[in-house]
């Protein structure tokens, strides 16, 4: 069986990756480690009492657990021959150095993302980092990672939270964050560094980006909605694991958006708010068609898309704030677009106009010519 040894004093320790520990070659007790952010080695002795050992523990570039004592590195976790186990609960890091037994031991410390989303984490100060991605079709945080001598052997370290959406006030764009629960029940967060979009082919929220040459992409189950004043609300579902337990909160993204096409064609565009009010660099498109609704006041151009939501597919209409109008012979939307009154105008193939409505909501004022009635817009007819 694989172990390691520390030289203390005149004295070697070995510590065996069942989790036994002996001195100078004869039995001396049980292995585990100190149960705060320093995450010490430490003896419990078959006799009574405890042997503690300072040790330094880090990720090295083939993505292997490693110990170091006294500078040097004494163990590889990821030895040949054996398959380790890395999880998380809770925000602490739970080892088993061999799949094959029972024993493990845990490691406390601090979890960050940079740029290149690798997954850095810091014990008593000493800090290392995972090659690996974030990757998951169920809005949940799941870090991956592989051993790069051997890549049959890929790793998932779970984190359990909630997701917060934000508009970034530097760069305009549409970014997440992970608030995730520690241990003690305090909340740390994980800032993704690229930005959020809509993944078209079901129009769900996703979260996708390039790393060396691969696409991965965190897939957000929920329900997405739009007013006519074009404001955004995605109600992110509650995942649970296969034994009921909590791993990512419901919770709603909401955020003010402005049209950015300057037709009623193809996908609607939706350009995501700064929250002072001003635009972003940050364009919503959702797939689906235009359509028209009859709202309390007035017929209105609307945006009509489904959803897959689990087995069922839900279709959403929205309509825009604005009003149908005449304009040089041409019926118009007008409507107010970054604070400026704008026009679009409606071709002649996807509105019908005749003799004026007793609906007054279906009339549009030509002028001179008085009142027509609409009998068809955009592939509804009233």
Request: glycine residues 8%; charged residues 20%.
């Given at each position: 069986?694989?172990?390691?040894?520390?030289?203390?004093?005149?004295?070697?320790?070995?510590?065996?990756?069942?989790?036994?520990?002996?001195?100078?070659?004869?039995?001396?007790?049980?292995?585990?480690?100190?149960?705060?952010?320093?995450?010490?080695?430490?003896?419990?002795?078959?006799?009574?009492?405890?042997?503690?050992?300072?040790?330094?523990?880090?990720?090295?570039?083939?993505?292997?657990?490693?110990?170091?004592s006294g500078g040097n590195q004494v163990f590889d976790f990821n030895?040949?021959?054996?398959?380790?186990?890395?999880?998380?609960?809770?925000?602490?890091?739970?080892?088993?150095?061999?799949?094959?037994?029972?024993?493990?031991?845990?490691?406390?410390?601090?979890?960050?993302?940079?740029?290149?989303?690798?997954?850095?984490?810091?014990?008593?100060?000493?800090?290392?980092?995972?090659?690996?991605?974030?990757?998951?079709?169920?809005?949940?945080?799941?870090?991956?990672?592989?051993?790069?001598?051997?890549?049959?052997?890929?790793?998932?370290?779970?984190?359990?939270?909630?997701?917060?959406?934000?508009?970034?006030?530097?760069?305009?764009?549409?970014?997440?964050?992970?608030?995730?629960?520690?241990?003690?029940?305090?909340?740390?967060?994980?800032?993704?560094?690229?930005?959020?979009?809509?993944?078209?082919?079901v129009n769900q929220f996703m979260y996708e980006y390039q790393k060396?040459?691969?696409?991965?992409?965190?897939?957000?189950?929920?329900?997405?909605?739009?007013?006519?004043?074009?404001?955004?609300?995605?109600?992110?579902?509650?995942?649970?694991?296969?034994?009921?337990?909590?791993?990512?909160?419901?919770?709603?993204?909401?955020?003010?958006?402005?049209?950015?096409?300057?037709?009623?064609?193809?996908?609607?565009?939706?350009?995501?708010?700064?929250?002072?009010?001003?635009?972003?660099?940050?364009?919503?498109?959702?797939?689906?068609?235009?359509?028209?609704?009859?709202?309390?006041?007035?017929?209105?151009?609307?945006?009509?898309?489904?959803?897959?939501?689990g087995p069922n597919t839900v279709v959403t209409t929205f309509g825009?704030?604005?009003?149908?109008?005449?304009?040089?012979?041409?019926?118009?939307?007008?409507?107010?677009?970054?604070?400026?009154?704008?026009?679009?105008?409606?071709?002649?193939?996807?509105?019908?106009?005749?003799?004026?409505?007793?609906?007054?909501?279906?009339?549009?004022?030509?002028?001179?010519?008085?009142?027509?009635?609409?009998?068809?817009?955009?592939?509804?007819?009233?």
């Open positions: 069986m694989a172990e390691f040894r520390i030289k203390k004093g005149q004295d070697n320790f070995d510590f065996d990756i069942s989790g036994t520990a002996k001195k100078n070659g004869a039995a001396f007790g049980k292995w585990t480690t100190t149960n705060d952010a320093v995450s010490n080695l430490v003896i419990n002795k078959d006799g009574g009492g405890q042997e503690t050992f300072p040790v330094e523990w880090r990720f090295n570039a083939d993505n292997h657990l490693c110990v170091f030895v040949p021959g054996v398959r380790p186990i890395y999880l998380t609960r809770n925000a602490v890091l739970i080892v088993r150095p061999n799949q094959n037994s029972t024993f493990s031991f845990n490691l406390k410390g601090e979890w960050d993302m940079d740029a290149n989303h690798n997954l850095s984490f810091t014990v008593n100060n000493v800090t290392s980092s995972l090659d690996g991605f974030i990757f998951d079709q169920r809005s949940r945080f799941m870090y991956h990672f592989f051993n790069k001598k051997d890549i049959t052997q890929e790793s998932i370290l779970g984190f359990v939270g909630d997701w917060e959406s934000f508009v970034d006030s530097t760069d305009g764009k549409l970014k997440l964050k992970f608030k995730y629960k520690r241990e003690d029940n305090s909340i740390d967060t994980f800032a993704l560094p690229k930005s959020m979009t809509v993944n078209k082919t060396q040459n691969h696409s991965f992409r965190v897939q957000f189950v929920g329900f997405l909605q739009v007013n006519e004043n074009l404001e955004i609300t995605y109600s992110v579902d509650r995942q649970v694991s296969g034994s009921g337990e909590e791993q990512v909160g419901s919770t709603t993204f909401k955020m003010g958006a402005v049209f950015s096409k300057s037709t009623f064609s193809g996908d609607v565009e939706l350009i995501v708010k700064k929250t002072d009010g001003t635009v972003g660099t940050t364009t919503i498109s959702i797939s689906g068609k235009f359509s028209a609704v009859l709202g309390q006041a007035n017929l209105q151009v609307a945006f009509a898309f489904s959803q897959v939501r825009f704030e604005g009003k149908l109008a005449f304009q040089n012979g041409t019926v118009v939307w007008k409507f107010s677009r970054n604070a400026t009154n704008t026009t679009i105008a409606i071709s002649a193939s996807d509105i019908k106009l005749g003799k004026a409505r007793v609906d007054s909501r279906l009339n549009i004022d030509t002028g001179p010519n008085g009142l027509v009635g609409v009998f068809f817009l955009f592939g509804v007819a009233f």
